[in-house]
């Protein structure tokens, strides 16, 4: 809901810019810099590095994104011995206005950025870079492990799902550094928004994601693929006429059955890979998964993990994938783009801009005060004791103060949420006991909740 509301107030623009997402969605900032946690330490340390993106250019056929590829969240810790942290990216990215389907060979999803977020981080897709040896019966590849046959980029009969078998070294947004890249493979919405919460980190060092999921809204534009198409959160119109109301975006991949490895997802037969067993479970490999068309039902994605749809931004309609997860709002493989791009791939980084370009600068009006009133917050714990939580659902895409007052209105303490987080905190443990007023705040619109803290 909040993505609408702060859409709304884009002022008209003149010619292309106005109608086209891929230049008017990324988060842009100049001022506030990024944090991160060290393993051990629970208080966020300052990188001094800008988040999201500072600036957008584009021409008649591509956008221009300049950006440091760190996340208004804090990033980190990651608990499995990675010694990198996020790093400035100091990156350019050329996407394309108007990509291509490609109707001949798909592109087969590469190592290392796929994709980038609307915050400028990096998409990856599945894999890590580990992949089974079936010569030492043994995994190959990544840190820790000898090469694999034929060298990094050669192609192997199993290869290692980054999701499961790295989720010890995600943080609490569900991303990690490879050589100080941040970057998700995922849904990058935190651990303990999930209905059914599958890592403690978030119980360690408090942080959020990009979005929070929300089951009644259409979720927001939250990337672009390399071959130049949008990608949403986990939820969309039903159909694809954008009608039937919002519902969970289906993976169309399931697990194979099978306890050997020893054929490929079409039954051809392989090289094998580990039986599967507790170290090696199904869905450890990429392998695992078979695709199964699902005609007729719009909410099933297909196997790039994507559907032509209408949705807020693209009203006509176009091809989107999805950042996918299941009932309980754990991510489902393929998770965003892959195992094949829908459209023509190209490496989208680029080292300069070498064409005539306009910047591209949002302009907001005032707030629409019966949209405001419609934004989706929660304070918890309610009762708090030492620290109160305000969480706001869907994707902040302008700043918001966010205030902590007495009952009679005065304000104790302020903070706010910049574009790309999604939760503030106040330490209440030198409050007294009583009821208190939560605000967020947006131009002259306010929308307040109480709070009572206890002792």
């Known amino acids: 809901m909040l993505r609408k509301i702060l859409l709304s107030f884009l002022l008209p623009l003149a010619g292309f810019a106005q109608d086209n997402p891929a230049i008017t969605s990324w988060l842009q900032n100049t001022t506030e810099t990024g944090n991160y946690y060290m393993t051990g330490n629970s208080i966020a340390l300052g990188n001094n590095i800008l988040v999201n993106c500072q600036l957008v250019e584009y021409s008649n056929d591509f956008v221009y994104v300049h950006t440091h590829g760190i996340p208004a969240y804090p990033t980190g810790p990651f608990q499995d011995g990675n010694p990198s942290n996020a790093s400035d990216q100091n990156a350019i990215y050329r996407i394309p206005l108007n990509p291509t389907v490609n109707n001949g060979t798909p592109f087969t999803t590469v190592g290392g950025n796929i994709g980038v977020f609307i915050n400028g981080v990096s998409l990856f897709d599945y894999r890590d870079g580990v992949a089974w040896n079936s010569n030492t019966n043994a995994l190959c590849g990544g840190p820790g492990n000898p090469p694999c046959p034929g060298g990094p980029m050669a192609s192997q009969a199993w290869n290692r799902d980054a999701v499961p078998a790295e989720k010890p070294g995600f943080d609490c947004s569900k991303g990690h550094p490879a050589m100080g890249n941040y970057h998700h493979h995922q849904n990058p919405s935190a651990f303990n928004l999930d209905l059914s919460v599958v890592s403690s980190i978030c119980n360690l060092y408090a942080a959020d994601g990009l979005y929070a999921i929300d089951s009644t809204e259409h979720s927001p534009l939250i990337g672009f693929a390399y071959d130049g198409f949008p990608i949403y959160g986990a939820y969309g119109f039903r159909n694809a006429d954008g009608s039937g109301g919002v519902t969970r975006q289906k993976s169309g991949y399931q697990l194979r059955d099978i306890n050997l490895r020893n054929t490929s997802p079409t039954g051809a037969t392989v090289s094998s890979g580990p039986e599967v067993s ?118 902040v895409t302008d700043i918001l103060e966010v205030s902590l007052s007495d009952i009679n209105g005065r304000i104790i303490t302020q903070t706010k949420l910049i574009p790309g987080a999604t939760i503030a905190y106040f330490d209440t443990r030198t409050l007294y006991a009583g009821n208190y007023l939560i605000s967020i705040s947006g131009g002259k619109e306010k929308i307040t909740k109480q709070v009572i803290v206890s002792r």
């Open 278 to 395: 507790f170290d090696y479970p199904l869905g450890y490999f990429r392998e695992d998964y078979e695709f199964i068309a699902h005609p007729g039902e719009d909410d099933y994605l297909d196997e790039h993990n994507g559907r032509f749809c209408v949705t807020p931004e693209y009203p006509e309609g176009i091809y989107c994938y999805f950042a996918t997860v299941d009932e309980n709002w754990n991510s489902a493989y393929p998770y965003v783009v892959g195992p094949t791009f829908y459209g023509n791939y190209a490496n989208r980084k680029v080292t300069s801009v070498t064409e005539a370009t306009t910047a591209f600068e949002p302009v907001l009006t005032s707030v629409n005060s019966s949209s405001f009133k419609e934004i989706n917050f929660n304070v918890f714990p309610n009762p708090a004791s030492d620290l109160i939580a305000i969480q706001v659902g869907g994707l």
